[in-house]
């Protein structure tokens, strides 16, 4: 089965420091979105790429987040310099949008990140 | 935007009981989508059900798009049922961007 992968799994790192996270959408998706999971706030929408352009990125911190699309099979999320308060579950998920047709998302296996 | 509420937020039950989760939500929607979170927090994509009814196996759900709610139907639970599950839906705007609720945490006893 086609996959969404992340990278990486989980990461650990102290305040200040550049985080990224990587993802590779599934073959042929042509929308990917980024997601952070907490307790407090369960599932938030930060960032949502239609092929390779940034639509919505209404969700996330501007001032130290930063979501890119270099080419339509990697997506990354940058977080510098990363505080305490950004740590949670970042999940990237990918769908095929075609016309007025959403097809299912499909969903990574999520990064844990921990910022000490 | 569209408001999604889902309950019970909270449900225990013995191994081989049935259940059923409610999503509800606040105006017209496109699509909707039924996910279960599992304890590992790996998020699987369940039903793809903007309308109508699907079964897959012990799961099945429902849709009533015109009274704005769905249903997801567990029978004969098992322990792997357990975890979170949530529903997410799309409004009628076009911005195909899920709204997802705050899901309803399951565990399932042996």
């Known amino acids: 089965d086609a996959r969404v992968t992340q990278t990486p799994r989980h990461k650990v790192t102290e305040m200040g420091q550049e985080v990224t996270m990587r993802c590779q959408p599934i073959?042929?998706?042509?929308?990917v979105f980024w997601y952070r999971q907490t307790m407090m706030q369960g599932l938030e929408l930060l960032a949502y790429?239609?092929?390779?352009?940034?639509?919505?990125d209404s969700g996330m911190p501007k001032d130290r987040f930063s979501a890119e699309m270099p080419d339509a099979t990697l997506a990354t999320l940058k977080i510098q310099p990363s505080e305490p308060r950004d740590s949670a579950v970042y999940f990237c998920?990918?769908?095929?949008?075609?016309?007025?047709?959403?097809?299912?998302?499909?969903f990574g296996d999520g990064t844990r990140l921990s910022i000490l | 935007g569209i408001q999604v509420e889902q309950s019970p937020p909270d449900l225990i039950l013995q191994e081989g009981a049935n259940s059923t989760l409610r999503c509800n939500f606040s105006?017209?929607?496109?699509?909707l989508q039924w996910f279960h979170q599992n304890p590992w927090g790996q998020l699987i994509n369940l039903f793809y059900?903007?309308?109508g009814t699907k079964q897959n196996g012990r799961l099945s759900a429902t849709t009533v798009a015109t009274e704005r709610y769905s249903l997801l139907y567990i029978s004969s639970s098992q322990t792997t049922d357990s975890g979170v599950y949530f529903c997410?839906?799309?409004?009628?705007?076009?911005?195909?961007?899920?709204?997802f609720g705050r899901g309803t945490s399951l565990i399932v006893h042996p």
């Open positions: 998920a990918s769908a095929l949008v075609r016309g007025d047709v959403f097809q299912p998302q499909h």
């Open positions: 073959l042929g998706h042509n929308t």
């Open positions: 790429f239609r092929n390779r352009a940034p639509l919505d």
């Open positions: 105006d017209s929607v496109n699509n």
């Open positions: 059900i903007p309308s």
């Open positions: 997410a839906v799309e409004g009628t705007g076009g911005s195909y961007i899920p709204t």
